[in-house]
């Protein structure tokens, strides 16, 4: 940036208009001196947005791929608009694996609050199960080495959480967070690391992060393959659950660890997990049953496709209020006042924004499990 011009940030953007079932590009303009944001329609070669300061708008979700918010307009980050943001926001921007092994996934509220404190970001996450095969082929590159069959056996023994995180140099940040990989030298060298509070030995050491980006990229890729339908299976049952969708403003809030810990204390076992980017499609065909029932139905359909949720399946055999009671009135404020200690009362912000969606209909209970964990994620 030349000497003397105001520091300005650009992005090339894609919006889908869903009057006009057509695509847009932008250019979006981030100011962040003052926070505002400007628009320039790429179609048009004219201006769509005057500047405009917009508080809306987290300078750290500002990251290739990641979903925006710009007043209502979903925009998606496809590319750097100049070679100074590039430089500027993009140069130690690094993604990498972060596993949660069988003997830590209980402790995925801790995990993600740690890693929000960190300045990183999950930009993808699932439990699944591996299959031995599947965690023989994820550990091909130990195959001579003398732990190898250990390791797959305890990798395949129960469900993981895969995530990929994104931040400034994530790749040392998360191996820094995870400590020595044999548990008692972490203990010694790194006691304040994951694997020195909670693992046991070299294998059951709470977790797996990426040697390198290149490494990174291979298991990514592994977990999360660009062709649809061919990474391992999430951990869905269908049976004897709810569902709960940890909303997109709680996400971005870093409120994900803390509502995850709320659940588990409460008694409730998780038994899939899995962030999506749900489009407006999607969002009005789930929120269908509240459609001219409650006011809040476009409020509810914005705020679902405004950003990654997570989706989560939870073990309730009480067919009437359980998990629902912990969730709370779907007003805050009216939780804060009859039940204090519940999710809404205690993450949400009004009818919209209030932390997360449940099942209301023992009936839907199954169907709304089946939409995000079978349907968004075929």
């Known amino acids: 940036m030349e000497s003397g011009l105001e520091e300005r940030y650009a992005f090339l953007t894609e919006w889908f208009d869903p009057i006009a079932a057509v695509l847009r590009c932008f250019q979006l303009f981030y100011y962040p001196n003052d926070g505002s944001v400007e628009m320039f329609d ?3 070669q004219q201006k769509f947005l005057k500047r405009i300061k917009y508080d809306d708008l987290d300078p750290k979700d500002l990251f290739i791929g990641n979903r925006v918010k710009v007043f209502s307009r979903q925009l998606n980050l496809m590319d750097y608009g100049d070679e100074y943001t590039a430089n500027k926001l993009g140069s130690k921007k690094e993604r990498t694996l972060a596993l949660i092994k069988p003997d830590a996934v209980t402790k995925i509220g801790e995990v993600l609050e740690k890693i929000y404190a960190s300045n990183l970001i999950v930009t993808k996450a699932k439990m699944t199960k591996l299959t031995w095969s599947q965690a023989a082929d994820f550990y091909a590159e130990h195959q001579s080495k003398p732990f190898f069959n250990n390791s797959v056996h305890f990798l395949s023994s129960g469900p993981v959480v895969a995530m990929e995180l994104m931040g400034d140099e994530a790749v040392s940040a998360w191996k820094k967070f995870l400590g020595p990989a044999e548990s008692s030298g972490a203990q010694r060298e790194a006691p304040q690391s994951a694997r020195a509070q909670f693992g046991t030995d070299g294998i059951r050491n709470f977790g797996h992060g990426s040697d390198s980006l290149a490494a990174a990229a291979r298991e990514l890729e592994f977990f999360f393959p ?5 990474g391992p299976p999430n951990t869905a049952t269908y049976t004897d ?7 997109p403003h709680a996400i971005a809030e870093g409120l994900t ?3 995850l810990n709320t659940i588990s204390e409460a008694g409730f076992e998780m ?9 407006r499609a999607n969002a009005e065909e789930f929120f269908e049953v509240y459609k001219g029932v409650v006011p809040e139905y476009n409020g ?8 990654a949720c997570m989706a989560l399946e939870i073990l309730d ?3 009437q209020q359980s998990f629902r009671d912990l969730c709370g009135p779907a007003d805050p404020e009216v939780s804060r006042l009859l039940r204090p200690n519940t999710l809404r009362a205690l993450f949400g912000k009004d009818k919209v924004k ?3 969606h449940c099942t209301d209909l023992p009936e839907d209970r199954v169907l709304e499990v089946e939409y995000f964990f079978k349907i968004l994620d075929g």
């Open 257 to 259: 660890g803390k509502i």
């Open 271 to 279: 038994l899939a997990l899995q962030m999506f980017n749900v489009d």
């Open 226 to 230: 660009s062709t649809i339908g061919y």
């Open 300 to 307: 509810m359909v914005n705020e679902l496709c405004s950003g």
């Open 241 to 247: 659950s709810t569902c709960c969708i940890i909303k």
């Open 317 to 319: 055999t009480d067919q």
């Open 354 to 356: 209030n932390a997360v």
């Open 42 to 44: 790429m179609k048009k």
